[in-house]
């Protein structure tokens, strides 16, 4: 099937400072997510991109949704300990055909925030 | 309020014992999902729905089993033939809109065979 290339795989960050990862794909996406998985808990939508070019921000996250519809980026700004988690990105292809299976995630990237 | 409830929350299972895990959404979502998802691992889709009475396998179907009775409702059997069913699993659903607005996930339960 379908495969983002999420990176970095794992972060190790000081508090406070500023987090950057990204996915990319041979394929071009209508729709790009990013969801944040506590521990022990299942995904959360943080952000949600619609369009070519398009940057969005949801309090101390950035993401934007790549030129090319094969790329998209997250940013955290100021990081603090409850940042803590795995962070997904997902993709729907366009044309799905009617199908459920809407969305392809990547690997995750693990954050973890030191004091 | 609308949400997706998963339970248990842990189970426990023998080996070559089956077991199902429940996932009701009041959402009105009319798919539904199965993933797993391996420590350190991304999400591996098992088995979706589209609509009731209709279910197709994901990419890790084998050793599983599902049923979509009701809008409601997407039980996952792990079944003996699973050799490998400690894991997270997670339950999702979704509008079945063009444009996705992305999947309400479930709180996971996670399995471990002893």
């Known amino acids: 099937g379908q495969q983002l290339n999420q990176s970095p795989q794992s972060m190790f960050i000081q508090e406070g400072e500023d987090v950057s990862m990204n996915c990319t794909s041979s394929s071009i996406f209508n729709t790009w997510l990013w969801y944040k998985q506590d521990p022990g808990e299942g995904p959360v939508l943080l952000i949600a991109l619609y369009k070519a070019g398009e940057l969005t921000s949801n309090g101390r996250l950035t993401a934007q949704f790549g030129i090319t519809r094969k790329d998209s980026f997250l940013n955290i700004s100021a990081s603090i300990p409850s940042d803590v988690g795995i962070y997904f990105c997902?993709?729907?292809?366009?044309?799905?055909?009617?199908?459920?299976?809407?969305?392809?995630f990547g690997s995750g990237t693990q954050l973890t925030v030191l004091p | 309020d609308g949400g997706i409830t998963q339970s248990p929350k842990y189970l426990f299972r023998k080996e070559g014992q089956n077991v199902t895990l429940s996932c009701e959404q009041n959402l009105n979502h009319d798919a539904m999902y199965w993933y797993r998802q391996d420590p350190g691992q991304g999400l591996r889709l098992i088995y979706y729905?589209?609509?009731?009475?209709?279910?197709q396998k994901g990419d890790i179907a084998e050793g599983y089993s599902v049923s979509r009775e009701k809008k409601e409702s997407f039980p996952l059997t792990v079944t003996s033939a699973q050799k490998n069913p400690t894991a997270f699993y997670l339950c999702?659903?979704?509008?079945?809109?063009?444009?996705?607005?992305?999947?309400?996930f479930g709180s996971g339960t996670r399995l471990t065979v002893v």
């Open positions: 997902a993709g729907q292809l366009p044309n799905p055909s009617g199908s459920a299976r809407q969305l392809t």
């Open positions: 729905s589209q609509i009731v009475n209709d279910f």
């Open positions: 999702a659903s979704s509008t079945h809109r063009e444009v996705s607005d992305g999947y309400t």
